[in-house]
Structure formats: structure tokens, C-alpha cells
Antibody, heavy 114, light 113 residues
Framework: QEQLVESGGGLVKPGGSLRLSCRASGFAFSDSYMNWIRQTPGKGLEWISHINSMGTTTYYADSVKGRFTVSRDNAKNSLYLQMDSLRDEDTAIYYC????????WGQGALVTVS | DIVMTQSPDSLAVSLGERATINCKSSQSVLYGSNDRNYLGWYQQKPGQSPKLLIYWASTREPGVPDRFSGSGSGTDFTLTINNLQAEDVAVYYCQQYFSLPYSFGQGTKLEIK
């Protein structure tokens, strides 16, 4: 069964850093394009980043560009999001998803910046 | 950037009736070379992660009941839920994956009347 499990969320002060992880199982992770999408009560769903299957191409939303870094380790079936210079407005639930049209979603990791 | 706008923001429909949710993109999401609309619909039930219902604007994900259907092309799209069931109460989102940054509509909250 296909599964994505995020970890690493928590409470951090403004200006701080946090690293999210997403462990994949049940599908060919190394062949999959992956995304990070976040959700806030005020702004709904916001796509913030993606990475191609080899990890050679990445894209970011303007709201996180220069502060967040996406990476992956295909040998560990894992996706990462390094979040630096965190702001209050980065408070959200962060989901990892698979594919251009996100057909698999994790349960989400809550990040609170306060 | 492509802006996605859904209407209405919320609606209440009686059990067994039809619910219709609209999604409009600020520019076409139809890719001419393959004639595909890069548009998906998601359902998010309370306390759960979003779930992909429909991709390419009209193709149902495996396991999605056939009372859910998607239609439209270019800039105007519709999600139709026939024979509304209690378990369909959720927030529904459209998303374009035609061009970066991929963007979502603001969501439509569906309730039972």
C-alpha cells in the first residue's frame, strides 16, 4: 500500500530553522516527482516546492524561494524540506505529495512559527 | 502565475440531489500538443489530508465513485456530484498543474441541506 509519512514538524521561533522529512513506501519513489504543499486556515492549499525523480531539478514558490530547500535520498526513499529564516506566515500543515497531480498525500506535519 | 477561482465558496445540497462546483483559471490549462487539460479536483474531509478525485479534468482516480464527474476545457471546469451522499461532505479544491507555480482554488465547502 502506497504511503507517505511526514515527520519533523514542531514549534520554532521566527528566524529559526526546521527540517521536514517524508518517508515513502509502497511505490517506486525513485521514479516519482515529489512536491511539498502546505495548508493554512487563511490561505488554503499552497504548492511550495517540487523536485524531479533524480533530484536534479527543483522549483519553489516565490513565498519560500531562497529560504526553503527541497532534496531527496532515493536510496532511503525519503524527501526533505529544509526550512530556514522561518516567519510567522510559514505556520501551516506541510504535506508531501507524489506526482504532478498529487495522487498520494501524507498525513501532514504541523509547523508553528511563534 | 495562473489564478484559480472557485464558485461558490460554499453550498448546501439535499441528500440524493446534485452538487455543482465551478473552477475558472486565469489562463488556459489546455496543452495543445496532447489535448489534455492540466486540472485536478481534490476532496478534503474534516481532519483528513486532501484526496485526488479527478485528473486531466475528467479522469476519475481508481476507486472514486462514478457519481463524481469532471468536465470543462481551457479555462472553465466543473465538478459534479450526483446523488449526494452524507460522506461527500467535504471541502473541494481544483488545482492547475499546467504551469509553475501550480495553484489551487480557494476551496468550496459542501454541506448537506
Amino acid at each position: 500500500q502506497e504511503q507517505l509519512v511526514e515527520s519533523g514538524g514542531g514549534l520554532v521561533k521566527p528566524g529559526g530553522s526546521l527540517r521536514l522529512s517524508c518517508r515513502a513506501s509502497g511505490f517506486a519513489f525513485s521514479d516519482s516527482y515529489m512536491n511539498w504543499i502546505r495548508q493554512t486556515p487563511g490561505k488554503g492549499l499552497e504548492w511550495i516546492s517540487h523536485i524531479n525523480s533524480m533530484g536534479t531539478t527543483t522549483y519553489y514558490a516565490d513565498s519560500v524561494k531562497g529560504r526553503f530547500t527541497v532534496s531527496r535520498d532515493n536510496a532511503k526513499n525519503s524527501l526533505y524540506l529544509q526550512m530556514d529564516s522561518l516567519r510567522d506566515e510559514d505556520t501551516a500543515i506541510y504535506y508531501c505529495t507524489r506526482g504532478v497531480a498529487s495522487d498520494y498525500w501524507g498525513q501532514g506535519a504541523l509547523v508553528t512559527v511563534s | 502565475d495562473i489564478v484559480m477561482t472557485q464558485s461558490p465558496d460554499s453550498l448546501a445540497v439535499s441528500l440524493g440531489e446534485r452538487a455543482t462546483i465551478n473552477c475558472k483559471s486565469s489562463q488556459s490549462v489546455l496543452y495543445g500538443s496532447n489535448d489534455r487539460n492540466y486540472l485536478g479536483w481534490y476532496q478534503q474531509k474534516p481532519g483528513q489530508s486532501p484526496k485526488l478525485l479527478i485528473y486531466w479534468a475528467s479522469t476519475r482516480e481508481p476507486g472514486v465513485p462514478d457519481r463524481f464527474s469532471g468536465s470543462g476545457s481551457g479555462t472553465d471546469f466543473t465538478l459534479t456530484i450526483n446523488n449526494l451522499q452524507a460522506e461527500d461532505v467535504a471541502v473541494y479544491y481544483c488545482q492547475q498543474y499546467f504551469s509553475l507555480p501550480y495553484s489551487f482554488g480557494q476551496g468550496t465547502k459542501l454541506e448537506i441541506k
